[in-house]
Structures are given as structure tokens and as C-alpha cells.
């Protein structure tokens, strides 16, 4: 193939004629010149059977020994089977997004088609399909541990290695859980990456095996009657507020979650009907807790010193809030009973043992623990079923309670139906 055939002078003294020319320089480069004697370099060739033209650059500005070597680069590239003019194209457009990331990160955003670009698009179009606070945990989580790591490297640009680094440290510091929730966080977010283009592989998928089994670690409860009766006396010598000591009293009476005890609102709570009715965010239900005599008793003396407010327990710091959490925890350490022995969430697991071991029916029992299906219109039908049970086995619940505690010996038995 000839190439540079001509030299500059043939270039700088062609005019323009009644129509456009082209000088051909060999090797595909030409120099158009218009009939109003512009003048522009092209590179002619052939890709995929196609004659295709590619500017280069305008003459005399590109000179002709650049224009030469441009030329002798499009060639290399057409013999590895790279199109010239898609080359030229993509880097036009990288230039062009390399200036909106530059202005994107003086933002503070992230830029487009970084594994953080991607990760957001896919925490807002999931966001519906999880409760508010879960998909809160889950963008702290990638704010505090991903982002900061790799949340400006491309998508594609993300390897297995990158992953490990970021869970490394929670593994070292047996964050075990927390390692396995970033885990499957990071793959959940490549997965919705693949499915739309960004990315042909999960990087995340490896690092799975690689994180320690997290063993499961139950909260701790008290289930024998005996060692049941002394916590209840222990529970009636608290010396701490008025409002911690009826919300520690109504705990193993109520046995719901301590988060959804320590947020209890006067307006869920009828005294008449003898019912607690709320929503379980955990399990996005409405739930009735039927109330015992002697759970009317407690709650009637603090609305005395309550009852104005939102909360039946409200915050010792007048802030308008509810008990802080960790407040039931605290006060059962003070009675000396050590988060090993017994925590706020072991009342659930002491009624349902010895109410399960009492004869009660088992679903009775689950349903008074809001166990629910996970099935919306089950669970919708059955957070009334069994009420009328449930209303029995509370007050009987309670009656057991005060039995204890007064050193009586209550044996367990089988409920007769």
C-alpha cells in the first residue's frame, strides 16, 4: 500500500475548484478541499464491507505529519478489527462524561456509571418492597462501609478482591452478621447491575464463602417457675422512676417486643375493652394484646402521670419522646440479672414455654407473640383468631404471675380444653 504520496507544498497551494476534491495522500488519507476552500483531512476505509470516511482534522491545524500518523493509527486499528470512527466516537464521549463527572463530584454526587450511581438507582427502585426502616439500615450500611471504598470505581471495574476488602475488617472484628448483610447487599446491587446492562458478573459472590458462619446467639430468658417467681419479686423491689418501674412490671404480663412496650401510645389503649390494639412494624400487622386485670391496674395508676402525653412511657427527658431503648435492659442489670441470664426480649420466650408447657394451643400462643404469616391476607385474618382464647390464657397468664410471685407452688399442668 502506497502511502504518503504527497509533500505539505501540495496541500498548501490547493484551491478550490467548482466542486469538492479530494487529493489522495496513500494508505487511505485524503485531503478534502470544498469549493469554498475549507480543507479537512478524512480517512478512508473499508470495515465490515462497509467504505466508510472518518474526519481527522482540519487543515492546516493539523498538519499533514500529524494527519499521517492519525491515519497510520486507524489503519492498525482496522486490521485488529476495531472500527476507527467507533473509537473516535467512544472517546469523544468519555471526554464529554469526564467533564459532567468532574462537575458531579464537585457536587458531592456520584458519578455516572459508578458502582454508587448504579447501587442508588437501585436502592430507590427497590425501596418500595421494604419497610422504611429496613431500607434505611441497608443505605447507612453502603454509606459507611462500601461507598467509601469503592463507590467511585466503575461497575465493571469492581473485582472480588475489592469486595473481601471492605468485609475483611468486620470479619477480623467478628462483625460476623454485619459482614454477611454487606455481603449480600453489594451482590443484591450487581445483580439488579447485570440485569440492566451495567455489568456481566458478580464480583460479591465469591467473597461469601470466605465469611465465617455466624452463629445464631438467642436472647437470654429465665423459664424455670421457681427462678421465675424470684424475678418477679426482684421486679416489684425496683427502686428506679414510677414510669420504668410499670413498664418493668407490665413486661412478663405482656410479653410483646420490648421496642413495641417502650413506644405504647395512649391512643392504642382502651381500658374499658381491656385491649392494646397497634401496628407491629416488625411484622407490618395491626395486633390486639387483650389485657389482664392486673395489667389494667398497672397502666391506670401511670395514666395518672401519663395520660396527658403520646407515650404511656415516655422519656425521663421530657423531650417528647418514648423510653429510651435499653432501658428495661438497664433496669434488670441493676437487679443484678446480667444480659447472659435474663434481656427485655426473654419475657417472650418465659411465657411461651411455660404457657406452651400450661397445655395452651400452641397457635394461640403464636398469635399472642404476633408470630404471623408472612402471607398479608392470612396474617390480616388471623390477628383476631383465637381471641377469645387469648383473652382467657391472659388473665389466666397473669393470675400465674401473681401466684409466683406471692411464693405460692404453682405446678404446671396440661390445660383442659
Given at each position: 500500500?502506497?502511502?504518503?504520496?504527497?509533500?505539505?507544498?501540495?496541500?498548501?497551494?490547493?484551491?478550490?475548484?467548482?466542486?469538492?476534491?479530494?487529493?489522495?495522500?496513500?494508505?487511505?488519507?485524503?485531503?478534502?478541499?470544498?469549493?469554498?476552500?475549507?480543507?479537512?483531512?478524512?480517512?478512508?476505509?473499508?470495515?465490515?464491507?462497509?467504505?466508510?470516511?472518518?474526519?481527522?482534522?482540519?487543515?492546516?491545524?493539523?498538519?499533514?505529519?500529524?494527519?499521517?500518523?492519525?491515519?497510520?493509527?486507524?489503519?492498525?486499528?482496522?486490521?485488529?478489527?476495531?472500527?476507527?470512527?467507533?473509537r473516535?466516537?467512544?472517546?469523544?464521549?468519555?471526554?464529554?462524561?469526564a467533564?459532567?463527572n468532574?462537575?458531579?463530584?464537585?457536587?458531592?454526587?456520584?458519578?455516572?456509571?459508578?458502582?454508587?450511581?448504579?447501587?442508588?438507582?437501585?436502592?430507590?427502585?427497590?425501596?418500595?418492597?421494604v419497610?422504611?426502616?429496613?431500607?434505611?439500615?441497608?443505605?447507612?450500611?453502603?454509606?459507611?462501609?462500601?461507598?467509601?471504598?469503592?463507590?467511585?470505581?466503575?461497575?465493571?471495574?469492581?473485582?472480588?478482591p475489592?469486595?473481601?476488602?471492605?468485609?475483611?475488617?468486620?470479619?477480623?472484628?467478628?462483625?460476623?452478621?454485619?459482614?454477611?448483610?454487606?455481603?449480600?447487599?453489594?451482590?443484591?446491587?450487581?445483580?439488579?447491575?447485570?440485569?440492566?446492562?451495567?455489568?456481566?458478573?458478580?464480583?460479591?459472590?465469591?467473597?461469601g464463602?470466605?465469611?465465617?458462619?455466624?452463629?445464631?446467639?438467642?436472647?437470654?430468658?429465665?423459664?424455670?417457675?421457681?427462678?421465675?417467681?424470684?424475678?418477679?419479686?426482684?421486679?416489684?423491689?425496683?427502686?428506679?422512676?414510677?414510669?420504668?418501674?410499670?413498664?418493668?412490671?407490665?413486661?412478663?404480663?405482656?410479653?410483646?417486643?420490648?421496642?413495641?412496650?417502650?413506644?405504647?401510645?395512649?391512643?392504642?389503649?382502651?381500658?374499658?375493652?381491656?385491649?392494646?390494639?397497634?401496628?407491629?412494624?416488625?411484622?407490618?400487622?395491626?395486633?390486639?394484646?387483650?389485657?389482664?386485670?392486673?395489667?389494667?391496674?398497672?397502666?391506670?395508676?401511670?395514666?395518672?402521670?401519663?395520660?396527658?402525653?403520646?407515650?404511656?412511657?415516655?422519656?425521663?427527658?421530657g423531650?417528647?419522646?418514648?423510653?429510651?431503648?435499653?432501658?428495661?435492659?438497664?433496669?434488670?442489670?441493676?437487679?443484678?440479672?446480667?444480659?447472659?441470664?435474663?434481656?427485655?426480649?426473654?419475657?417472650?420466650?418465659?411465657?411461651?414455654t411455660?404457657?406452651?408447657?400450661?397445655?395452651?394451643?400452641?397457635?394461640?400462643?403464636?398469635?399472642?407473640?404476633?408470630?404471623?404469616?408472612?402471607?398479608?391476607?392470612?396474617?390480616?385474618?388471623?390477628?383476631?383468631?383465637?381471641?377469645?382464647?387469648?383473652?382467657?390464657?391472659?388473665?389466666?397468664?397473669?393470675?400465674?404471675?401473681?401466684?409466683?410471685?406471692?411464693?405460692?407452688?404453682?405446678?404446671?399442668?396440661?390445660?383442659?380444653?
Amino acid at each position: 500500500m502506497a502511502i504518503n504520496l504527497n509533500k505539505d507544498t501540495v496541500y498548501r497551494s490547493a484551491k478550490a475548484e467548482n466542486k469538492n476534491r479530494m487529493i489522495n495522500d496513500g494508505g487511505g488519507l485524503y485531503l478534502q478541499i470544498t469549493t469554498r476552500d475549507h480543507k479537512r483531512w478524512y480517512f478512508v476505509y473499508t470495515f465490515d464491507g462497509k467504505r466508510k470516511k472518518l474526519s481527522i482534522g482540519v487543515y492546516p491545524s493539523v498538519t499533514l505529519e500529524v494527519a499521517r500518523e492519525r491515519a497510520r493509527e486507524a489503519r492498525e486499528s482496522v486490521a485488529t478489527g476495531l472500527d476507527p470512527a467507533e473509537r473516535k466516537a467512544q472517546a469523544k464521549k468519555s471526554k464529554k462524561q469526564a467533564v459532567v463527572n468532574e462537575k458531579l463530584l464537585e457536587a458531592g454526587l456520584p458519578i455516572v456509571d459508578s458502582f454508587e450511581h448504579v447501587c442508588r438507582q437501585w436502592l430507590a427502585d427497590t425501596a418500595h418492597t421494604v419497610r422504611d426502616i429496613t431500607q434505611q439500615k441497608k443505605v447507612r450500611r453502603f454509606e459507611l462501609y462500601v461507598f467509601p471504598e469503592i463507590g467511585r470505581k466503575s461497575i465493571d471495574g469492581v473485582k472480588s478482591p475489592d469486595v473481601f476488602a471492605i468485609v475483611r475488617p468486620l470479619i477480623l472484628k467478628n462483625q460476623l452478621e454485619t459482614a454477611h448483610r454487606v455481603r449480600s447487599d453489594i451482590s443484591a446491587a450487581f445483580a439488579y447491575a447485570i440485569a440492566h446492562g451495567f455489568t456481566d458478573y458478580d464480583p460479591a459472590q465469591a467473597v461469601g464463602a470466605q465469611i465465617p458462619a455466624q452463629k445464631v446467639k438467642h436472647n437470654a430468658a429465665i423459664t424455670e417457675p421457681k427462678e421465675v417467681a424470684q424475678l418477679l419479686r426482684d421486679i416489684v423491689q425496683y427502686q428506679g422512676t414510677f414510669v420504668v418501674q410499670c413498664a418493668l412490671r407490665l413486661s412478663p404480663m405482656l410479653f410483646q417486643r420490648p421496642g413495641e412496650i417502650r413506644q405504647m401510645e395512649w391512643q392504642d389503649v382502651d381500658l374499658e375493652a381491656k385491649e392494646w390494639r397497634y401496628f407491629v412494624t416488625k411484622t407490618e400487622v395491626q395486633h390486639i394484646v387483650p389485657l389482664s386485670r392486673q395489667a389494667v391496674e398497672i397502666l391506670e395508676r401511670i395514666k395518672l402521670l401519663t395520660g396527658a402525653g403520646r407515650y404511656v412511657f415516655p422519656s425521663s427527658r421530657g423531650d417528647g419522646r418514648p423510653m429510651s431503648d435499653g432501658t428495661i435492659r438497664t433496669a434488670l442489670k441493676t437487679l443484678g440479672y446480667e444480659k447472659e441470664v435474663m434481656s427485655a426480649h426473654g419475657f417472650r420466650t418465659t411465657a411461651s414455654t411455660l404457657l406452651n408447657e400450661q397445655g395452651w394451643s400452641p397457635d394461640a400462643i403464636e398469635r399472642q407473640l404476633c408470630h404471623m404469616p408472612k402471607d398479608q391476607v392470612r396474617a390480616a385474618y388471623n390477628r383476631a383468631q383465637y381471641l377469645d382464647e387469648r383473652r382467657r390464657m391472659m388473665q389466666s397468664w397473669a393470675d400465674y404471675l401473681d401466684g409466683l410471685k406471692a411464693g405460692a407452688t404453682v405446678l404446671q399442668f396440661r390445660k383442659s380444653s
